[in-house]
């Protein structure tokens, strides 16, 4: 499983050791070698204790990962391999856990990795500290003023590509929590002379740099600058451009840094124009003016630059032009003006630069301060990061003031270092009562003295110097500080290696040296009383402080004429002194966490370890005895009340509570744990535990037992909570309960009553039933009995009246009835009388059975009554044209198929007009009588069947034919000669008039004719015969018949023919004795 790989102990995979205090043999060379094997494994960090070592890799590690962060977050600090991140969680945890107020104290040489390493335990806080978008801001404020300070406050130095050219020290606020809540920031003493001048091979402040880079040329053309490095004077120009640094996006973070720690835009602006202004006051020159007098004056050579930085300023050309040139002083309300001749014109030009410069900075550090400080008044803890300038020292005596004031700072820090770790640990065991042989270690408290001493200390001095009337130079304070030094131990100039008969020629004559904890330096005398002066001529800064520029106007408050100050400000040295005394006041309240950064070599190389300077660097630190004191010592102590408060629960008798002396309490408790005797020691006051592993051993019981504590108060709460629950449900249970029963016997009594009125309404059902039953029968026995009695009252009666009825009482109320029934039936007919037409079918039904006859008598008088009636209304003429039609009727209805077609049609009689037509005169000549019919007829000749056409006449006593043309008569035969006519039963007009045999007219034989009035013809033919011969003529109706020609007789046949001819039928004939005539 990947967490068994999980490293337990710095004990493990281990490079040489881990902790110096595990190195076997101790001496110098060991540690080194020990040191090197580590670094050239890429271990940079080694323990003493709970000191770090750091040694700058020069080259980035792989080691600062979010999951190392991750890694060492809440880890014992001996868990895992030695690391920054280790050093940093202590002491965040010992802050939030422990309510101990923390600083981290960053020492070393110049590029030894001061600055990243604070900026490490910085971020690896934030990252480990509390969430939220509020936390984050503070946060991400705090870790941006980092840029905009380095952009502002480093350089590259010969040592350092980005040096701190000031001193800084940041404390974090914490809530009880432990998240963040803000911050507040402390400069020390930035380096100001290298505004106007840098020693060979370095820069002067980044920001100018970034400026020109970085700026777009819009801006800078608001600044007035030129982009161009070689046209300030100001910027040395052998090493302007550092390699790996890119100063134009360096530009760009820095301006987005500016905007997160919440400077306006309007102030971001200010700031560089003050900046551009500071590049622009170096480009201003001066030459010399001799005036009538005879003093010296001086004259701005190129008066351009001096008008675009009034521009910029807002300051009065005249005015600043006059500042230059001439030095008001104020004795006594006396003002006195002296002109200024070329030197001291440069000179107070660069401490106009220096002093804008170095206020700037100032007023940056208090901005960001604004910004960063918690919005709280809670009661907050601190932790301190200190990150101050490290231990300088230049070749060639070219220490200067500077260097004097970083180098005592420095010697400070080492004196808070021997104070907190040697000597305090030394002095507690013997105070505590512990054996303790003691160490030998250098106290630099003597070279401290040294420089501070209030009466002979060298900073006294040189205020001394600085503010005695009369001429001051740096010579005079060298002779001084011989004078009063000579004799100390720590303190070489050349005169006083004289009086000590000593000779060192490698000592200049205007140098003094001090011999530092960390080695010695020769400092150049030249500068420190201007320096520690730090004058700057109220002419100028009042000039600063008229200038139309809120900025400038702020950042020179003493320019004010209404707040003129007689009084000297105080020295550069004495500021300087206070404000270290005031931060080592201030880390003295505070548990101290050490790095320790060592420079592995001088060429700001990766890989190289140069023995000789880490050596030295070691040497001077005091590590060895570092370690010394720690393994004689012990590594923990804590007073008896907490340690017993804190571990009082691992044993029964101290717990919950230890009623006695905490110390004997402890004593219990460590023997119970059964810890042995060597790994601890009671003082008088405190416990002091050997080793560390014991401390865990002890830590890690006590979380152990905690655990089984919370799992203890986590059982008795859920019991309780448990309980109360359990007693609470099963109270409602109860009720629940009650409600419930309730609730089904309410149900169960509902549903017995419902049954109950079921049943009941059954019962009550069948009683009425039953009682219903008898009432009937009751009802009908007494109906019964009034029938009986009324039958038996019937009888009675009708016994009694019998006699009187039996005679003729009936028949005479069944005629009676029946007249009645008459009269009513005889009413009714005439109401429902049909109407008179003979053909009339409707008569009205039949109302009794009993009339059915004299219903039909009825019906049939009546139709004979209203057909009386119809005929009454004929004239004689239509008489007789109904009694025609009527023998018609009679001689071929049903019997002639030609029959049906006739009775439409009126009988006319004389088709053929003979009287009209002149060509029939002889024929009408001939026949004197009446003509009944007159019609062309189709004769049948005998021979062959061809029809030929003839007139056929009717008169009262003959029948004639005659030639159609001419009206020839061709034959004449008397009625009582014709016998018979034949015809077929067939649709046909064909007849044969048959005559008598043996009269005149038969000689020729029958006739056989066709008409298309047949039925008239023949019913006219039967009429007449019938009222001159009183005989009935036969009319035979058949399809066969017998026709005389001549001898002999043949036969004529009507067969069904085919529709050959239209509708005329035809005649064939078939031989002698047959004659065929086809009808359709
Ligand atoms: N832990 C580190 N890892 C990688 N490089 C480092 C580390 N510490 C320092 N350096 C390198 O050394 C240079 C100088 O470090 P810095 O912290 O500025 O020194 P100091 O502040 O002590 O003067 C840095 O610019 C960086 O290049
Ligand atoms: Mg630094």
């Given at each position: 499983m990947a967490k068994m790989e999980v490293?337990?102990?710095?004990?493990?995979?281990?490079?040489?050791?881990?902790?110096?205090?595990?190195?076997?043999?101790?001496?110098e060379d060991s540690f080194i070698n020990n040191l090197k094997k580590r670094f050239d494994h890429n271990e940079v960090y080694t323990y003493i204790g709970s000191v770090v070592i750091s040694i700058n890799p020069y080259r980035s590690l792989p080691i600062y990962t979010p999951e190392k962060v991750e890694e060492y977050r809440?880890?014992?600090?001996?868990?895992?391999?030695?690391h920054i991140f280790a050093l940093s969680d202590e002491a965040y945890r010992s802050l939030r856990d422990q309510d101990k107020d923390q600083c981290i104290l960053i020492t070393g040489?110049?590029?030894?990795g001061k600055t990243e390493a604070s900026k490490l335990v910085m971020s690896y806080v934030a990252a480990v500290c509390g969430k939220g978008a509020e936390v984050n801001q503070v946060k991400e404020q705090l870790l941006q003023s980092n840029p905009v300070l380095e952009a502002f406050g480093n350089a590259k130095t010969v040592r350092n590509?980005?040096?701190?050219?000031f001193g800084k020290y940041m404390d974090i606020e914490f809530d009880f929590k432990g998240d963040p809540l803000g911050g507040v920031i402390s400069n020390y003493?930035?380096?100001?002379s290298r505004v106007v001048k840098q020693p060979r091979g370095e820069r002067n402040f980044h920001i100018f740099y970034q400026i020109l880079s970085g700026a777009s040329e819009e801006f800078l053309c608001k600044l007035k600058?030129?982009?161009?490095?070689?046209?300030?004077?100001?910027?040395?120009?052998?090493?302007a451009k550092v390699n790996g640094v890119d100063d134009a996006s360096n530009f760009r973070t820095v301006r987005n840094a500016m905007q997160i720690v919440g400077f306006m835009d309007h102030e971001t602006q200010s700031v560089f124009e003050v900046v551009a202004a500071v590049l622009k006051l170096g480009n201003i020159e001066f030459k010399p003016e001799s005036r009538a007098n005879g003093l010296d004056e001086s004259k701005i050579k190129d008066k351009n630059e001096l008008k675009e930085i009034c521009e910029l300023t807002g300051i009065d050309q005249s005015v600043l032009e006059r500042a230059f040139s001439f030095r008001t002083v104020e004795a006594k309300q006396e003002k006195v003006s002296t002109t200024l001749n070329v030197a001291q014109a440069y000179y107070a030009r660069d401490a106009l630069a220096k002093n804008l410069y170095s206020r700037l900075f100032s007023w940056l550090v208090t901005r960001i301060n604004e910004s960063i400080?918690?919005?709280?008044k809670v009661r907050k803890k601190v932790m301190g990061v200190l990150d101050i300038y490290g231990f300088e020292i230049f070749e060639?005596?070219?220490?200067s003031f500077e260097q004097f004031i970083i180098n005592y700072c420095n010697e400070k820090l080492q004196q808070i270092f021997i104070e907190l770790t040697l000597k305090e640990e030394q002095e507690e065991y013997i105070r505590e009562g512990i054996e303790w042989t003691n160490i030998e270690y250098f106290n630099n408290a003597i070279i401290c003295d040294l420089i501070?001493?209030?009466?002979?200390g060298i900073l006294a001095m040189l205020d001394e110097e600085c503010l005695r009337p009369g001429t001051v130079t740096d010579d005079t304070f060298l002779e001084k500080l011989n004078q009063v030094?000579?004799?100390?131990?720590?303190f070489e100039s050349r005169m006083s290696k004289c009086s000590r008969f000593l000779n060192d020629?490698?000592?200049?004559?205007?140098c003094f040296r001090i011999q530092h904890y960390a080695g010695k330096v020769m400092y150049q005398v030249e500068g420190f009383v201007d320096k520690n002066n730090d004058l700057l001529y109220r002419d100028l800064s009042q000039a600063m402080w008229k200038a139309n520029h809120s900025l400038i106007k702020a950042l020179f408050p003493e320019g004010n004429p209404a707040k003129i100050n007689l009084k000297r400000p105080p020295t550069a040295g004495s500021q300087f002194k206070a404000s270290v005394a005031t931060l080592m006041k201030n880390l003295q309240t505070k548990n101290p966490n050490y790095i320790r950064c060592i420079k592995p070599?001088?060429?700001?190389?990766?890989?190289?370890?140069n023995d000789a300077l880490v050596c030295h660097q070691i040497r001077y630190l005091g590590l060895l005895e570092n370690v010394r004191v720690r393994r004689a010592g012990y590594a923990f102590r804590q007073a008896y009340e907490p340690c017993l408060e804190r571990y009082?629960?691992?044993c029964k008798q101290t717990w919950p509570h230890w009623r006695g002396p905490a110390r004997a309490g402890v004593e219990v408790l460590f023997d119970e744990l059964g810890i042995?005797?060597?790994e601890f020691s009671f003082g008088r006051s405190k416990i002091f535990i050997r080793n560390p592993r014991t401390l865990f051993k002890l830590e890690d019981l006590r979380k152990q037992r905690l655990e089984d504590l919370a799992t203890l108060i986590e059982k008795i709460y859920r019991g309780w909570k448990c309980r109360t629950r359990f007693l609470l449900m099963k109270k409602s249970q109860v009720v629940i309960a009650s409600w419930a029963r309730r609730y089904a016997q309410q149900k169960r009594y509902q549903k017995i009553k419902s049954s109950a009125i079921i049943v009941q309404s059954y019962i009550r059902g069948w009683k009425a039933r039953k009682l219903l039953r008898e009432l009937k029968h009751l009802k009908r026995c007494n109906e019964a009995v009034t029938i009986i009695a009324a039958y038996w009252h019937g009888t009675q009666v009708r016994r009694e009246y019998r006699k009187f009825f039996r005679a003729n009482a009936g028949r005479k109320i069944y005629e009676f009835t029946l007249q009645r029934l008459m009269q009513k039936y005889f009413l009714e007919m005439k109401k429902k009388m049909p109407s008179l037409?003979?053909?009339?079918k409707n008569w009205p039904a039949r109302?009794?059975?009993?009339?059915d006859s004299t219903h039909k008598e009825l019906k049939r008088i009546f139709h004979l009554w209203r057909c009386k009636k119809y005929r009454d209304q004929f004239t004689d003429q239509q008489k007789l044209i109904y009694e025609e039609k009527l023998e018609a009727s009679e001689l071929f209805k049903d019997k002639k198929a030609l029959y049906p077609a006739s009775v439409g049609q009126p009988f006319q009689?004389?088709?053929?007009?003979i009287s009209e037509n002149p060509k029939y005169k002889k024929l009408k000549d001939a026949v004197d009588e009446k003509i009944i019919i007159a019609e062309v007829v189709n004769k049948i000749?005998?021979?062959?069947?061809k029809a030929t056409s003839r007139i056929f006449l009717l008169t009262k006593n003959n029948v004639l034919l005659a030639d159609?043309?001419?009206?020839?008569?061709k034959s004449e035969v008397p009625l009582?000669?014709?016998t018979k006519v034949s015809m077929s039963s067939?649709?046909?007009?064909f007849f044969a008039v048959h005559l008598k045999e043996?009269?005149?007219?038969?000689t020729k034989g029958d006739f056989l004719l066709s008409s298309d009035h047949l039925i008239e013809m023949a019913t006219k033919l039967y009429r007449t015969t019938l009222s001159q011969t009183k005989q009935k003529l036969n009319i035979e109706i058949s399809d066969e018949f017998l026709v005389q020609f001549k001898q002999d007789k043949v036969c004529v046949k009507f067969i069904q023919g085919s529709q050959k001819n239209g509708n005329i039928p035809t005649c064939k004939?078939?031989?002698?004795?047959l004659l065929e005539v086809a009808v359709p």
């Open positions: 490293k337990t102990s710095l004990l493990d995979d281990m490079i040489g050791v881990g902790d110096m205090v595990l190195l076997e043999p101790l001496n809440n880890r014992n600090f001996y868990e895992l391999s030695p040489e110049s590029g030894a590509d980005n040096s701190s050219r003493l930035l380096e100001k600058l030129e982009r161009d490095f070689s046209r300030y004077n100001y910027l040395g120009l052998d090493s400080k918690a919005q709280t060639n005596a070219d220490n501070e001493n209030n009466q002979t030094c000579a004799t100390h131990q720590h020629t490698s000592l200049p004559h205007s070599n001088d060429k700001k190389a990766a890989h190289i370890f009082k629960m691992l042995p005797e060597e037409s003979p053909i009339d109302p009794y059975l009993f009339l009689g004389a088709y053929l007009e000749n005998r021979a062959n069947g159609q043309k001419n009206g020839t008569i009582g000669d014709v067939q649709n046909d007009g043996g009269s005149e007219a038969a004939r078939k031989n002698n004795r």
